[in-house]
Nanobody, 126 residues
Framework: QLRLVESGGGLVQAGGSLRLSCAAS????????IGWFRQAPGKKREGVSC???????NYATSVKGRFTISTDNAQTTVYLQMNSLKPEDTAVYYC????????????????????WGQGTQVTVVS
């Protein structure tokens, strides 16, 4: 069974950067869609970004232009480069997989996703 492990979270000042990693155990991430989500205290989990078949990407409006999703050459890790971080980006960040691939658009809704990782905490202080 696919196991996803997030890492790279931490404490950073506003305006700083972090790179999160979502690593897949014993499985290539080529083909399916990987999504990054986040959940702040007292708030619902929300979609941040997704990448499908290593090519098609989508971003939440709140992170567009600041965050970049990508995969490594071996297609076993998906990265989320987060720049110009803001205090409102503070949350636990999760990755998950949608086993389908999309040619034009990947969704940032929770429903299609499965195999959630344990999450990594990102804290941005002003």
């Amino acid at each position: 069974q696919l196991r996803l492990v997030e890492s790279g979270g931490g404490l950073v000042q506003a305006g700083g950067s972090l790179r999160l990693s979502c690593a897949a155990s014993r499985f290539t991430l080529e083909g399916p869609t990987i999504g990054w989500f986040r959940q702040a205290p007292g708030k619902k989990r929300e979609g941040v970004s997704c990448i499908s078949d290593g090519v098609i990407t989508n971003y939440a409006t709140s992170v567009k232009g600041r965050f970049t999703i990508s995969t490594d050459n071996a297609q076993t890790t998906v990265y989320l480069q987060m720049n110009s971080l803001k205090p409102e980006d503070t949350a636990v960040y999760y990755c998950a997989v949608d086993w389908r691939s999309y040619r034009h658009y990947c969704a940032l809704t929770i429903g299609p996703y499965d195999n959630w990782g344990q999450g990594t905490q990102v804290t941005v202080v002003s």
